[in-house]
């Protein structure tokens, strides 16, 4: 590690960088030596602080308090996805692998092999290891993340399956709970993910106002973290009625006082009454959402309308519907 000087008088310092495999420079933003001499020290200590703390954190040690440290925020089924990224690494790179001596190169080959196997899976690995290692940045663990640089190609996004309202009566038929009738109906009406459905209090509903607000809070997280609100449905709002009048749960919809429905569980039983019904196997509880936000597009409500409802961080995302707004065209053009 060593201090330079630019042409225009500005110092910089150049180092080896050990996550990366290779020599690298970085400014100290001043022309003043003694300036410049004091960033070196600054920046030789941190890395020695770093480098002394990650030699005895373990890939392993690390998954096991990141996984503490996000349990109370995230969802169950995040941390299937983070575990199961975990696991594999674990497996590739050894149970021993320093989180420090974690090479891009070495990243790459676990993705690529990934990627063989399964596109989603490799763009999972990806997505929720490159957000551990930002964590392990801010603990001091590593200098840089990794991850970062990895670039995986686009993954292909099919066309959603959604079902219109005749559909959804025939898989309310074969529902045998009454309960899960009024869950897959509102989601139906309302675009919510299950965990949305599933943690929704009374505290978040306004009759009054005829609207939804789907909020973040100490115990649960939106997938976009973003606050949003969505209109109760006249189909609904019967719904919600006669559920308030029986009201003594701080929870819309729960198994009993103050106990949350099993995601897994209402997935399964919606699941199961879609083959009671005989209809497409590709249907699942994700479709209700799917079939939300398809319906209004076809009945020409703005893409940009459909996003916001979703809680969509960008408009790509919602963009998947987007073909069923040209098949509209197409079908008025057919009028003429």
């Known amino acids: 590690m060593y201090l330079g000087k630019r042409k225009n008088g500005n110092y910089f310092i150049e180092f080896y960088d050990e996550v990366e495999s290779r020599i690298r420079r970085i400014t100290t933003k ?14 030789s200590q941190n890395i020695q602080n770093k480098k002394s703390t990650s030699e005895i954190i373990t890939l392993e040690k690390f998954w096991d308090q990141y996984v ?23 497996r590739f790179s050894g149970e021993s692998k320093l989180i420090s001596k974690i090479t891009i190169r070495e990243i790459q080959q676990f993705l690529s092999i990934a990627n063989r196997r399964s596109e989603y899976a490799s763009h999972l690995y990806l997505r929720t290891l490159k957000a551990s290692f930002n964590v392990a940045i801010d603990w001091g663990y590593i200098a840089d993340n990794p991850f970062v640089k990895i670039k995986l190609p686009k993954l292909h996004k099919g066309t959603p399956k959604f079902i219109g309202e005749s559909e959804l009566e025939k898989i309310i038929t074969n529902t045998e ?4 009738k009024k869950i897959f109906r509102f989601a139906f009406f309302t675009g919510m ?3 949305e459905i599933t943690n929704l209090k009374w505290d978040s509903v306004d009759l009054k106002s005829q609207i939804i607000l789907v909020t973040n809070s100490n115990l649960f997280n939106t997938k976009s973290k973003k606050d ?29 006082k103050d106990i949350k429905f099993n995601n897994d ?29 398809s319906n209004l597009v076809q009945k020409g409500v703005s893409i940009y309308v459909v996003k916001e409802l979703l809680g969509h961080e960008d408009i790509s995302t919602t963009q998947i519907y987007s073909h069923l707004q040209t098949d509209n065209l197409l079908k008025a053009i057919d009028l003429l």
């Open 177 to 180: 709970k009454p309960i899960f």
């Open 228 to 256: 949003r609100v969505i209109p109760i449905h006249r189909k609904i709002h019967s719904i919600l009625i006669k559920k308030v009048s029986n009201n003594i749960d701080d929870y819309v919809f729960s198994k009993m």
């Open 68 to 90: 503490e440290y996000i349990g109370n925020t995230h969802s169950k089924n995040y941390l299937r996805s983070i575990n199961l990224a975990f696991s594999h690494l674990l």
């Open 193 to 195: 993910r299950l965990g």
């Open 265 to 293: 569980f209402v997935s399964k039983s919606f699941k199961k009454a879609v083959r009671k019904a005989t209809l497409d196997d590709r249907i699942h509880f994700h479709t209700l959402r799917h079939s939300f936000a």
């Open 30 to 43: 001043t022309k003043i030596r003694k300036e410049a001499i004091k960033f070196l020290s600054d920046f």
